[in-house]
């Protein structure tokens, strides 16, 4: 083309645009709010038949008009209309900006109903993200402005969408709350759709709630029935899904399956509708249909432009060069949509494999921890004999020759069960089966406790304890001081163990506060041997420690800063290590306590005082035990408390005995041939409620401690046991059922 030409032709384009230009700022403004209207309506009967990308273009088209005739309340109701069409087609982050756009717009002109829809819309998308918590802010802030608009229409479909938010949080009470409202205000306002919705969810709640209650089915079934007869599909496909788990609960598998294979069909059939829609194939179709149109468009034209100069029509061919220009990146544009969709495809691929991966390392979690169980209770149980066998030797006199034998054999009889009892503690942290005890307590004094109940072993070693507690800090707070106490010991009795001829300094001050809930900070510093960095990484893992030649050389588990992080957590803390080889550790942790002014506590009567209140040689005792060896070792630390006993091997001769004869305790272990503990304790109890029955178990109190109320025992003494807890459990048993007897 030559330079004049170029020119002819950029000026007639330019005059062109001017001309046009001139033209629509010409047109009626209530015209163009006329084409707008029209659009939208256009867009709903689309979207109404799951045209959706069809849709969205109407309403492009609608939101050009309303923003060129300054529109803000249309603007801002199409960039909603927009949001919601762009949620159905999986495009959330686009959603979210037409939403944001939409929500300037209608606080800026005070369209407070329209910015309450856009409310409940972004608090949908939030649910499908997962993120529950900004939902609900955003359900709430939508109902707060429809109540002070006076739309209670709309009210309904909020506190439903509210009830599906709770029922994925399994908050049921919440759900069945909000569903009653939802279902009081629908019927109100004649609004079949989420009359049904919330009459089939309600179903769902209260099966959840109670698998037995008639209630749920009946409200699914006329939630299902309504779906029908207004043929609202997704409700249909959502009632057959509830009635399936609720004739599941109440064990009708028949039914059960029936309404399942019903819900599959019709989940398969909705997905086809919506691969038909949303299909890369469907959008090449629209976009073809649209190109061709565009073509035929400008073939009129051109002919209609025959008659007219060269000029003009080198104007005409340039525009359908643009068009196709623009047709073919709207093609790329296909094609980098048909790539996201299988690179989506592949995630969705991975995720499941993820998933599967989760559940395997589940269950292997789960059945080492059953293993552990097990296997420290196996060791728990002889470990009662080499224990209490030891203790029987030392106190019968021995020879100088063989006290240094038996002290080395009772050292390694608690060294083995402080390693049991630690791996026990680890897998209840691991299985997420510890639980808080908070309490009113006085920290300055615990602290205060625990260093002056490690003094003793911190002199052995040469070491010079320093305590150093905050000038004005508080000092009693509200938490579970047993977990305090425990982390405390742990980290000063390593700090010990690697110092000799040293210092260590427990530090606790404040780092914030607000009102009563303060964050304090721990420090437990000594000069000891340090710890490498390498070591550093791996200083909180299980069974770490320095080195074999530190394990040998100070002994440990290796457990006891596993056991220390694994506290701290649960009690939503923080836990550091700063440590020079040479030159000392500091280990450092914050945790949050609440204040709380110190109670005054009345102090319990010391029964084990009254001991010689009682005539011992009048005392029956039942021993409950299979094992020869726990036998003989119980019945002499009774014998030593001038106690006599009757010795059973099996729980239906314990049962038989305590139906012949008069006992003050029974003393019950609870693995045994034939009918265990539990269970003839159970049997004991339907004819004598008043017998005081001990439990005498190696089994974990905390996995089994409602087991054993269930059957009915007064108390629980765990194997292997020190022989002074021993005692004071009995004598105050005993004590007690001498002052019930005089009462009576």
Same mark, same amino acid.
């Given at each position: 083309?030559?330079?004049?030409?170029?020119?002819?032709?950029?000026?007639?384009?330019?005059?062109?645009?001017?001309?046009?230009?001139?033209?629509?700022?010409?047109?009626?403004?209530?015209?163009?709010?006329?084409?707008?209207?029209?659009?939208?309506?256009?867009?709903?009967?689309?979207?109404?038949?799951?045209?959706?990308?069809?849709?969205?273009?109407?309403?492009?088209?609608?939101?050009?008009?309303?923003?060129?005739?300054?529109?803000?309340?249309?603007?801002?109701?199409?960039?909603?209309?927009?949001?919601?069409?762009?949620?159905?087609?999986?495009?959330?982050?686009?959603?979210?900006?037409?939403?944001?756009?939409?929500?300037?717009?209608?606080?800026?002109?005070?369209?407070?109903?329209?910015?309450?829809?856009?409310?409940?819309?972004?608090?949908?998308?939030?649910?499908?993200?997962?993120?529950?918590?900004?939902?609900?802010?955003?359900?709430?802030?939508?109902?707060?402005?429809?109540?002070?608009?006076?739309?209670?229409?709309?009210?309904?479909?909020?506190?439903?969408?509210?009830?599906? $938010? !709770?029922?994925?949080? &399994?908050? =049921? @009470?919440? +759900?069945?709350?909000?569903?009653? *409202?939802? %279902?009081? #205000? /629908?019927?109100?306002?004649?609004?079949?759709?989420?009359?049904?919705?919330?009459?089939?969810?309600?179903?769902?709640?209260?099966?959840?709630?109670?698998?037995?209650?008639?209630?749920?089915?009946?409200?699914?079934?006329?939630?299902?029935?309504?779906?029908?007869?207004?043929?609202?599909?997704?409700?249909?496909?959502?009632?057959?899904?509830?009635?399936?788990? $609720? !004739?599941?609960?109440? &064990?009708? =598998? @028949?039914? +059960?399956?029936?309404?399942?294979? *019903?819900? %599959?069909? #019709? /989940?398969?059939?909705?997905?086809?509708?919506?691969?038909?829609?949303?299909?890369?194939?469907?959008?090449?179709?629209?976009?073809?249909?649209?190109?061709?149109?565009?073509?035929?468009?400008?073939?009129?034209?051109?002919?209609?432009?025959?008659?007219?100069?060269?000029?003009?029509?080198?104007?005409?061919?340039?525009?359908?060069?643009?068009?196709?220009?623009?047709?073919?990146?709207?093609?790329?544009? =296909? @094609?980098?949509?048909?790539?996201?969709?299988?690179?989506?495809?592949? #995630?969705?691929?991975?995720?499941?494999?993820?998933?599967?991966?989760?559940?395997?390392?589940?269950?292997?979690?789960?059945?080492?921890?059953?293993?552990?169980?097990?296997?420290?209770?196996?060791?728990?149980?002889?470990?009662?004999?080499?224990?209490?066998?030891?203790?029987?030797?030392?106190?019968?006199?021995?020879?100088?020759?063989?006290?240094?034998?038996?002290?080395?054999?009772?050292?390694?009889?608690? =060294?083995?069960?402080?390693?049991?009892?630690?791996?026990?503690?680890?897998?209840?942290?691991?299985?997420?089966?510890?639980?808080?005890?908070?309490?009113?307590?006085?920290?300055?004094?615990?602290?205060?406790?625990?260093?002056?109940?490690?003094?003793?072993?911190?002199?052995?070693?040469?070491?010079?304890?320093?305590?150093?507690?905050?000038?004005?800090?508080?000092?009693?707070?509200?938490?579970?001081?047993?977990?305090?106490?425990?982390?405390?010991?742990?980290?000063?009795?390593?700090?010990?163990?690697?110092?000799?001829?040293?210092?260590?300094?427990?530090?606790?001050?404040?780092?914030?506060?607000?009102?009563?809930?303060?964050?304090?900070?721990?420090?437990?510093?000594?000069?000891?041997?340090?710890?490498?960095?390498?070591?550093?990484?791996?200083?909180?893992?299980?069974?770490?420690?320095?080195?074999?030649?530190?394990?040998?050389?100070?002994?440990?588990?290796?457990?006891?800063?596993?056991?220390?992080?694994?506290?701290?957590?649960?009690?939503?803390?923080?836990?550091?290590?700063?440590?020079?080889?040479?030159?000392?550790?500091?280990?450092?942790?914050?945790?949050?306590?609440?204040?709380?002014?110190?109670?005054?506590?009345?102090?319990?009567?010391?029964?084990?005082?009254?001991?010689?209140?009682?005539?011992?040689?009048?005392?029956?005792?039942?021993?409950?035990?299979?094992?020869?060896?726990?036998?003989?070792?119980?019945?002499?630390?009774?014998?030593?408390?001038?106690?006599?006993?009757?010795?059973?091997?099996?729980?239906?001769?314990?049962?038989?005995?305590?139906?012949?004869?008069?006992?003050?305790?029974?003393?019950?272990?609870?693995?045994?041939?034939?009918?265990?503990?539990?269970?003839?304790?159970?049997?004991?109890?339907?004819?004598?409620?008043?017998?005081?029955?001990?439990?005498?178990?190696?089994?974990?109190?905390?996995?089994?401690?409602?087991?054993?109320?269930?059957?009915?025992?007064?108390?629980?003494?765990?194997?292997?046991?020190?022989?002074?807890?021993?005692?004071?459990?009995?004598?105050?048993?005993?004590?007690?059922?001498?002052?019930?007897?005089?009462?009576?």
């Amino acid at each position: 083309m030559s330079p004049i030409k170029y020119y002819i032709v950029t000026i007639l384009i330019c005059f062109s645009t001017i001309l046009s230009a001139q033209n629509s700022a010409n047109e009626d403004v209530e015209l163009l709010k006329m084409r707008v209207d029209n659009y939208v309506t256009q867009s709903g009967f689309e979207s109404d038949r799951g045209d959706y990308y069809n849709a969205i273009d109407n309403l492009q088209k609608a939101l050009e008009l309303a923003k060129k005739v300054n529109d803000k309340k249309s603007t801002g109701n199409i960039y909603t209309k927009i949001a919601k069409l762009q949620y159905l087609v999986e495009e959330p982050e686009n959603a979210l900006v037409s939403l944001t756009k939409a929500a300037e717009l209608q606080r800026e002109i005070n369209d407070y109903a329209d910015l309450a829809v856009t409310y409940n819309i972004r608090g949908i998308l939030h649910s499908s993200k997962k993120e529950y918590k900004t939902a609900l802010e955003y359900f709430n802030s939508a109902k707060t402005k429809f109540e002070e608009e006076g739309l209670e229409a709309y009210i309904s479909e909020v506190t439903l969408n509210e009830a599906k $938010v !709770y029922i994925e949080l &399994e908050d =049921y @009470k919440n +759900a069945k709350s909000l569903l009653e *409202k939802t %279902i009081v #205000l /629908s019927k109100k306002h004649n609004q079949t759709k989420i009359l049904s919705s919330a009459l089939i969810n309600s179903g769902k709640v209260l099966q959840h709630i109670d698998k037995n209650n008639p209630s749920s089915l009946s409200m699914t079934e006329e939630g299902l029935q309504i779906a029908k007869s207004n043929n609202i599909i997704e409700n249909i496909n959502d009632g057959y899904l509830t009635l399936s788990d $609720v !004739y599941q609960g109440v &064990e009708n =598998y @028949k039914l +059960a399956n029936e309404f399942l294979k *019903k819900h %599959i069909r #019709l /989940s398969d059939s909705l997905l086809d509708i919506k691969r038909e829609n949303l299909s890369p194939e469907r959008r090449a179709q629209f976009i073809n249909e649209y190109k061709d149109a565009k073509t035929k468009d400008m073939e009129v034209k051109l002919e209609e432009a025959d008659a007219e100069n060269s000029l003009t029509r080198i104007t005409t061919i340039l525009s359908i060069a643009l068009i196709t220009i623009l047709s073919l990146l709207t093609l790329s544009l =296909y @094609k980098n949509n048909n790539i996201r969709l299988k690179t989506n495809n592949m #995630l969705h691929k991975k995720n499941d494999e993820l998933i599967v991966a989760k559940e395997k390392a589940e269950l292997a979690s789960k059945t080492k921890a059953n293993f552990l169980s097990t296997v420290t209770h196996e060791l728990r149980t002889p470990l009662y004999a080499v224990t209490g066998l030891t203790n029987m030797l030392l106190d019968e006199d021995p020879k100088p020759d063989q006290i240094t034998h038996l002290k080395s054999l009772k050292f390694s009889g608690d =060294y083995l069960l402080t390693f049991i009892n630690d791996i026990l503690q680890i897998n209840k942290i691991e299985a997420n089966k510890v639980e808080l005890d908070p309490e009113i307590f006085n920290l300055k004094k615990k602290v205060e406790n625990v260093v002056s109940a490690l003094n003793n072993s911190a002199l052995d070693n040469n070491v010079i304890m320093h305590y150093e507690f905050e000038k004005g800090l508080p000092e009693t707070y509200i938490a579970d001081q047993l977990k305090i106490s425990q982390i405390l010991i742990n980290l000063i009795g390593n700090a010990i163990k690697f110092t000799k001829d040293g210092d260590i300094w427990v530090r606790v001050y404040k780092i914030s506060q607000k009102d009563n809930d303060y964050t304090l900070r721990f420090e437990i510093e000594d000069n000891g041997i340090g710890i490498t960095k390498e070591k550093q990484e791996h200083m909180f893992e299980s069974f770490s420690q320095g080195s074999i030649q530190i394990n040998r050389k100070y002994g440990g588990t290796g457990l006891g800063l596993s056991i220390v992080k694994g506290l701290i957590e649960i009690l939503k803390g923080k836990i550091y290590l700063k440590s020079e080889l040479g030159k000392g550790s500091t280990f450092i942790f914050e945790i949050p306590l609440t204040y709380s002014e110190e109670t005054i506590k009345v102090e319990k009567p010391n029964h084990f005082n009254n001991i010689n209140e009682l005539d011992l040689s009048t005392i029956k005792i039942l021993v409950v035990e299979d094992n020869k060896i726990n036998q003989m070792i119980t019945k002499k630390i009774l014998n030593k408390m001038s106690l006599s006993c009757d010795i059973v091997d099996n729980g239906e001769d314990a049962v038989e005995r305590v139906k012949q004869n008069r006992y003050d305790v029974v003393l019950m272990d609870i693995h045994m041939p034939g009918i265990s503990g539990l269970e003839a304790t159970k049997i004991i109890r339907t004819f004598d409620k008043e017998l005081t029955i001990f439990a005498l178990t190696a089994v974990t109190l905390e996995d089994k401690m409602h087991e054993f109320d269930e059957a009915g025992f007064n108390d629980i003494i765990s194997k292997p046991f020190k022989q002074d807890d021993f005692e004071k459990k009995l004598y105050n048993a005993l004590i007690n059922n001498k002052k019930s007897a005089t009462s009576i």
